[in-house]
């Protein structure tokens, strides 16, 4: 089985730029999530995909919004990108059936930005 | 914001001895997960404990919960080289996989 892919690895934008990062899910796997990892921190939630729809957001402002494709892999988009904006994104795969969740989450190796 | 804050911030120690990390968080789970983080591999998921159950094992780790006090340790035994890196524990509180993080403990076995 393939694991969850991320590009790019690292990025650099200056600030009011808008950024797309992409993941390709794991096989299998129909549902995606974000994270935002800052320096020295645990990963936070922005937001989870599930038939391509929103299910779910974490404390993101409304700049920051994603797709899920029929294919289930995914998109990132920032918009006016701010300093504060530089972290390691993750995205990360999993199976929901039925009524609940059948594998852990499975995470890429993520996409470092920099914003400048 | 952070659930959790994991106890002590860094730990050092040598290869073969036992390492033990610990998790408080502040409201009510549907279960916890514990995660390790190295820069090759980006996270990868260990074990999860559901808020029913007190004690979990695999392998060389450890997991036990206790929701009176809102808090789980990890226990790694025997500890080798290549378990170097940084350990999360992570909480569930919808049973949907929106996980709140803690901050990590960093793990350095040397050999």
């Known amino acids: 089985e393939t694991g969850v892919t991320q590009s790019p690895t690292h990025l650099i934008k200056t600030r009011g730029q808008q950024v797309t990062l992409r993941c390709s899910s794991q096989s299998g796997h129909n549902t995606v999530s974000w994270y935002q990892q800052a320096l020295g921190q645990g990963p936070q939630f922005i937001f989870q995909y599930y038939r391509e729809e929103e299910n779910g957001r974490g404390n993101f402002p409304p700049r920051f919004s994603g797709l899920q494709f029929p294919n289930y892999s995914s998109e990132l988009n920032v918009n006016a990108l701010e300093l504060d904006d530089s972290a390691l994104y993750l995205c990360?795969?999993?199976?929901?059936?039925?009524?609940?969740?059948?594998?852990?989450?499975?995470f890429g190796i993520g996409t470092r930005l920099t914003v400048s | 914001s952070q659930q959790g804050e994991e106890d002590p911030q860094a730990l050092s120690i040598q290869e073969g001895e036992n390492a033990t990390m610990n998790c408080s968080y502040k409201?009510?789970?549907?279960?916890l997960q514990w995660y390790r983080q190295n820069s090759g591999r980006g996270l990868v998921h260990l074990i999860l404990?559901?808020?029913?159950?007190r004690e979990k094992h695999s392998g060389r780790l450890r997991v036990t919960l206790d929701t009176s006090k809102k808090s789980s340790s990890l226990l790694i035994t025997a500890s080798r080289a290549a378990d170097t890196a940084s350990y999360f524990c992570?909480?569930?509180?919808?049973?949907?996989?929106?996980?709140?993080f803690g901050t990590g403990t960093r793990l350095l076995v040397s050999p």
């Open positions: 990360a795969s999993s199976l929901y059936q039925g009524s609940s969740y059948n594998s852990p989450l499975h």
């Open positions: 409201t009510s789970i549907n279960n």
């Open positions: 404990i559901r808020s029913n159950e």
């Open positions: 992570a909480t569930d509180t919808t049973g949907f996989q929106k996980l709140v």
